[in-house]
């Protein structure tokens, strides 16, 4: 039986290989679709570096952002936390102003506004993107509850404001009003006669409407308007000696009678505690003091009923 044996002819290629410091060789016969396809090869070779130091240089990037947006993210925090702080104080703050304007409401007889009312409500529909995103990051989440905090609390703020502006107004208003009322006692000394009927110290005429009140001192004593107004009288008469009366515009009038002299003239406006003469002993009297009065819608009233302890007045 005979055996064939069939050979494929294949193109090979030769190459030598040089041993360094060394005069051996060897040579190797390879196919020569290796060496054509050795091309190939660097490309893929190439493409697969350039794709590592890309992905490389991506991950290197994707740390870096990573890591600033970390840390923006903390200081963000940090910033949100102080601002919180900030809205807290505030708060208290409008606490405090609101338990002072209260008090200055019921100082004034004014009627005391409801706290609820200064809780101003924020509110209404959310997106549902805003919601995803408030649910996916804290931090949004935390800078929205504080937008919604600082919505009330500027618009509580702002209320405040409008209620302080008006009971500022008012106490002006009442502050007007109150710089005409004779509320201090107009000069220094002791009280020597009282409101009331009496014995004449001069006539001897018993029962006598005392229109006012005496008040003793030295001669020379200075006399002081009891609150603002208009000079109605200065002159001297038989029974008052040289008097002063003033006009407060209100339906109140005050007298000051028996003085060695007044410093004021009919028509002059006169401040509280502005020197309008000085304590003498002219007209009917017995002895330096000064006669005050105190008139209310032409009807004389006792002036120590508006006259304020301890020196006080009404600003």
Not at 35 to 48: D, E, P, Q, T, Y
Not at 195 to 206: A, K, L, Q, S
Not at 237 to 257: E, I
Request: net charge neutral.
């Amino acid at each position: 039986m005979k055996h064939f044996t069939i050979f494929k002819s294949v193109n090979l290629a030769k190459t030598t290989i040089h041993f360094q410091n060394s005069t051996r060789s060897i040579t190797i016969h390879l196919p020569e679709f290796l060496f054509r396809a050795s091309s190939w090869i660097k490309v893929v070779v190439l493409i697969g570096v350039a794709l590592f130091a890309i992905q490389f240089v991506s991950i290197s990037l994707y740390d870096g952002l990573l890591s600033q947006g970390l840390s923006s993210r903390r200081g963000l925090d940090r910033d949100l936390t102080k601002i919180q702080e900030t809205v807290d104080y505030l708060s208290m703050t409008s606490d405090d102003f609101y338990r002072d304007e209260r008090r200055l409401h019921a100082r004034y007889g004014l009627p005391v506004p409801d706290e609820g009312t200064r809780e101003m409500g924020t509110g209404g529909e959310i997106a549902s993107d805003s919601l995803l995103l408030r649910g996916m990051s804290p931090v949004l989440e935390k800078a929205a509850v504080l937008q919604e905090e600082t919505d009330r609390l500027k618009s509580k703020f702002y209320n405040n404001g409008e209620s302080f502006s008006s009971l500022t107004n008012y106490i002006n208003q009442r502050q007007t009003i109150w710089r005409f009322v004779p509320s201090i006692c107009p000069t220094q000394g002791h009280y020597a006669s009282s409101f009331g009927p009496r014995v004449h110290p001069v006539t001897g005429e018993v029962g006598k409407m005392h229109n006012g009140i005496d008040i003793g001192n030295d001669r020379w004593t200075p006399i002081f308007a009891s609150a603002d107004g208009v000079v109605e009288i200065a002159k001297l008469s038989p029974s008052f000696g040289n008097y002063v009366l003033l006009d407060h515009s209100n339906g109140l009038k005050s007298v000051y009678a028996h003085m060695q002299m007044y410093v004021v003239k009919p028509g002059e406006f006169v401040r509280r505690y502005q020197l309008i003469g000085y304590m003498g002993n002219t007209g009917l009297s017995v002895g330096p003091h000064l006669h005050y009065e105190v008139w209310e819608n032409n009807h004389p009233v006792n002036p120590l009923a508006y006259i304020l302890p301890n020196d006080h007045s009404v600003e």
